[in-house]
């Protein structure tokens, strides 16, 4: 009992700083980096006019719809004078905005909702053609090797000549003891059971 209350009061007087335990990244608006149109234009050439909201997925400025990671480094459609007006509206009460103008905000910000980004996309189909195909095509490599590239199967894997081998064997008593000729009734003339 002494030593729990030994171990509340030690934790109580220990002062954990509270940045060890936030997850959040320190931010100062202060600080923000804003790239002058020139500088911009020099680092990212194809961005065209659309805004840097992020650090993207390995820093790069570049838009990639992946469950993985949600959160593309630059947003998905260029800033027009529709979308820079909806980003107006959206700093303000947002019940007052209609669902299709939020529609419209989400898809100038993202090319595809996560529902869209899971959804079947029929590569199933893609894949069994080309092992079809793949199938196919060893077929006919299989067959075009047996008539062009092998020769004929020699005379001797015959079932005659197999059982005329086998007879003769036997005639010369090959294997008396333990081979063929030993499982051969020679007063019968037949196979021993």
Same mark, same amino acid.
């Given at each position: 009992?002494?030593?729990?209350?030994?171990?509340?009061?030690a934790a109580q007087s220990v002062k954990i700083p509270q940045r060890a335990i936030c997850t959040s990244a320190v931010r100062s608006s202060d600080h923000d980096v804003v790239l002058d149109p020139k500088t911009r234009d020099r680092i990212y050439p194809k961005l065209g006019n659309r805004d840097i909201v992020g650090f993207g997925l390995n820093g790069m400025a570049s838009y990639i719809d992946s469950t993985d990671f949600p959160c593309p480094a630059i947003r998905f459609k260029e800033n027009t004078p529709d979308v820079l007006a909806l980003r107006e509206k959206e700093k303000q009460e947002w019940s007052s905005m209609t669902l299709e103008e939020k529609r419209e905000l989400y898809r100038a910000s993202f090319c595809q909702t996560f529902a869209e980004m899971k959804a079947p996309k029929g590569e199933w189909k893609s894949i069994l053609a080309c092992v079809i195909m793949g199938l196919c095509m060893s077929g006919?490599?299989?067959?075009? @090797?047996?008539?062009?590239?092998?020769?004929?199967?020699?005379?001797?894997?015959?079932?005659?000549?197999? %059982? +005329?081998?086998?007879?003769? @064997?036997?005639?010369?008593?090959?294997?008396?003891?333990?081979?063929?000729?030993?499982?051969?009734?020679? %007063? +019968?003339?037949?196979?021993?059971?």
């Open positions: 009992m002494a030593s729990r209350q030994l171990v509340r009061v006919g490599l299989l067959l075009w @090797m047996k008539w062009s590239v092998y020769p004929e199967l020699p005379r001797t894997i015959t079932r005659e000549w197999q %059982e +005329k081998e086998v007879r003769r @064997m036997v005639d010369l008593g090959s294997g008396a003891i333990t081979g063929v000729s030993s499982k051969w009734d020679y %007063e +019968k003339g037949q196979w021993k059971n």
